[in-house]
């Protein structure tokens, strides 16, 4: 393969780690919206999503591009095919992020919902899987990205936890509905996020070892 094809490949790698920066950045700016009740940041994710969008689209074309150019075979095309689907991926979770932020702008201009210790704690572990799988792009460590998939349980299991609280607080707190469903809305965005991380994490595996483990790395 020429200069040019790696270049290429160079480039795509570089264009995926800036969409994962921006999309973790854009998930801890939420988050931190949420559990801090703080709007202030919610305007930075919003605006920050179309940036994510445009990356989407320049992998995508980059991708055509090099499968055109090269004809790659092997663990090239295995990366170029990878990186295509990964750049799916986190553009959804911007849009994900995004969602988050918009539910922390209407309970911050609320008053507070009791604590949820299983919400807290799915931020905690959505955030780790986004970190990791994009450690695990970034080094093509399917050791990592395993670790990811084992994680989505737990972000499952919480999910639940959390709207099982939630609907016993509307239950006894009628005039919550509105405030406690924007909650349920935003755990369930993080719960897919988390659904996300361990897409980008299966992509991950296979372009490291060749392995299509979709549906399954966790098992």
Sequence with gaps: MGDRFRQGLAQLRKLILQMATLAEGALEKA?????????NLVQEVLSGDR????????VDKLCQKLLAL?????????????CMHIGVELERVGDLAANTARCARYLSNHPPLPPNPALEQLVDVT?????????????????QAKDVCLMDDTADELNIQSL???????????????????????????????DHATNIAEWVIFIAMGENVKHHCHQ
């Design 31 to 39: 988050v931190t919206s949420l559990l801090n009740r703080n709007g």
């Design 51 to 58: 940036e994510i969008d445009l990356l989407e689209i320049a």
């Design 70 to 82: 090269e004809q790659p075979v092997a663990k090239d095309l295995r990366f170029i095919v990878g």
């Design 127 to 143: 955030l780790d899987m986004m970190k990791v799988a994009s450690s695990a792009f970034a080094n093509q460590n399917a050791s």
């Design 164 to 194: 099982k609280d939630l609907l016993k607080y509307m239950n006894n707190e009628v005039s919550a509905v509105k405030r406690a469903m924007q909650a349920i809305i935003a755990a369930r965005n993080l719960e897919r996020i988390a």
